[in-house]
C-alpha cells in the first residue's frame, strides 16, 4: 500500500472525521468526507449491536458510491444503566438535544451512585467494504468512569463526563493527540490499518 488509497469515511459526524484524519495522518490511507465523495446517503442505523449499524452504513454507502467506504459506528456504555445509552447514544434524549444537557441528565441519573459503580466505556466499531464484498470489522474500546461533575471542552459528544482514572482527567480536558492514541477510536482504527495492509488495499 504506497500510492495514497482514498476512502470514504461515511459519516456525518465532523468531530469524528477530524479525529479519523488525525489517526491516518502518515499513512497511505486517505479519507474522504461523504460531502467530498459528493454522496448524500442517509442511512437508518437502527440494527442492534455497533457492529450491525457499522457494517449497514458501510455497505449501503459502499453500493451507492461504488467506491470504498470505510464507516463507524461507536458510543458509551454505562454499566449503572445496563450498558445504556449504547448504540442510543446520538440518540438519547433526542438527536439535536445539545450535550451539555445530555451530560447533565447522566449525571442526575447517576448522582448517588458510587463511584466503584459509575464504570463505563466508549465501544467504536469500524468496518471497511468494497462494493460487493463482504465486510471486514475492527472494535476498539476505551474504559473509563462516569465524572462527578462535567469538566473540559475538547473532544465531542459525552467527553466532559467521561473520566479517564489514568489521567485523572475527563476526555474533554486532555490534549487531542492523547486522545487519538487511546481513544476507542483510535484502536479499532488502528487495527483495520493493519487489516487493510494485510488484504493489501
Ligand atoms: P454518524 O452516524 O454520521 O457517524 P453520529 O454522531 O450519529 O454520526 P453514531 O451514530 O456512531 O454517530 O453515534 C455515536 C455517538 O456516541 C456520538 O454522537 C456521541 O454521542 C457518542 N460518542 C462516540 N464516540 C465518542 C467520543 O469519542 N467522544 C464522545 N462521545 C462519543
Known amino acids: 500500500m ?9 459519516t456525518r459526524n465532523e468531530h469524528k472525521l477530524r479525529e479519523v484524519r488525525a489517526i491516518f495522518t502518515q499513512t497511505p490511507i486517505l479519507p474522504v468526507s461523504m460531502a467530498e465523495a459528493g454522496i448524500d446517503l442517509d442511512v437508518v442505523e437502527d440494527g442492534a449491536t455497533f457492529h450491525d449499524n457499522a ?14 467506504v470505510m464507516s ?5 456504555e454505562i454499566d449503572f444503566l445496563d450498558k445504556g445509552p449504547g448504540v442510543y447514544s446520538a440518540r438519547f434524549l433526542g438527536e439535536s438535544t445539545p450535550y451539555d444537557i445530555k451530560n447533565a441528565e447522566i449525571l442526575k441519573i447517576l448522582r448517588d451512585v458510587p463511584w466503584q459503580q459509575r464504570t463505563a466505556r466508549y ?4 468496518a471497511f467494504a468494497r462494493p460487493g464484498e463482504k465486510p471486514v470489522t475492527t472494535r476498539g474500546t476505551l474504559e473509563g468512569f462516569i465524572a462527578w461533575e462535567a469538566r473540559g ?5 459525552y467527553d466532559p463526563v467521561f473520566f479517564l482514572p489514568e489521567y485523572n482527567r475527563t476526555v ?3 490534549p487531542p493527540e492523547a486522545k487519538n492514541r487511546i481513544s ?9 490499518k493493519e487489516k487493510l495492509l494485510e488484504i493489501n488495499v
Do not use: N, Q
Request: glycine share 8%; net charge positive.
Open 153 to 157: 471542552s475538547g473532544g465531542f459528544g
Open 172 to 174: 474533554a480536558e486532555i
Open 123 to 126: 465501544v467504536c466499531v469500524i
Open 55 to 68: 457494517v449497514k452504513k458501510c455497505v449501503a454507502i459502499a453500493a451507492a458510491a461504488d467506491r470504498p
Open 2 to 10: 504506497s500510492a495514497p488509497f482514498k476512502v470514504i469515511f461515511a
Open 184 to 192: 476507542h477510536r483510535a484502536v479499532a482504527l488502528s487495527l483495520m
Open 72 to 76: 463507524d459506528d461507536s458510543g458509551l
